[in-house]
């Protein structure tokens, strides 16, 4: 098991920004796609954003142009910065990683406890 320790959630008014931070640690483990999906009520998870370490960066088209996601890859970490935040953005938002352990063909999927961003006036 790798933890995921994730940072920066939190209650914003609509128009406001957050920024989340995803700190991954695991001996042997490269992480080879950092990002976060969300949560809100009664819906399912959904892809928010993920970043490979060479930094290809795909987007949910609800998120394009307001969310940011970038790494530091020295220190196995994924931030996402989050501008005119929407109420429709609130939910509960989770770090993932795709991770590949040295010597093996096989990739890991490993998940952070969650963080909940609410966005409300």
């Known amino acids: 098991q790798v933890p995921l320790v994730e940072s920066g959630g939190g209650l914003v008014q609509p128009g406001g920004s957050l920024r989340l931070s995803c700190a991954a640690s695991g001996s042997g483990f490269s992480f080879n796609v950092m990002g976060w999906y969300r949560q809100a009520p009664g819906k399912a998870r959904e892809l928010v954003a993920t970043?490979?370490?060479?930094?290809?960066?795909n987007y949910a088209d609800s998120v394009k142009g307001r969310f940011t996601i970038s790494r530091d890859n020295a220190e196995n970490t994924v931030y996402l910065q989050m501008n005119n935040l929407k109420p429709e953005d609130t939910a509960v938002y989770y770090c993932y990683t795709r991770a590949r352990l040295t010597g093996s063909p096989a990739d890991y999927t490993f998940w952070g406890q969650g963080t909940q961003v609410t966005v409300s006036s």
């Open positions: 970043a490979t370490t060479g930094d290809t960066r």
